[in-house]
């Protein structure tokens, strides 16, 4: 929990002082649902800052199964497929 939180925070404090924060991954990260809600939650903080949270690569292995699993796959709107997929327009 603490690890989270102080990510949540890093995260945050990243957000406040760029106008784009772009987020890579390596291919073989470990992620969890924890990670997608970490994720989801700084988009609608950067959105209401007037900022932006881009992935540097759509969604694979472990970040794309999580995705998968936890149903955010699911009724995807275009907006959310634009960022965990890179479908559609470009980020």
Known sequence: MRAITSTHED???????HDVVTIGLPDDAQVDISFI???EA???YAGTAGRQVALSQPATGA???VLRRSGFLEDMSA???KFWLHQGENQ
């Open 79 to 81: 907006e959310d497929a």
């Open 11 to 17: 995260l945050l404090k990243f957000i406040n002082t």
């Open 37 to 39: 809600q970490l994720i």
């Open 63 to 65: 970040l794309l199964d």
């Open 42 to 44: 700084a988009r609608i």
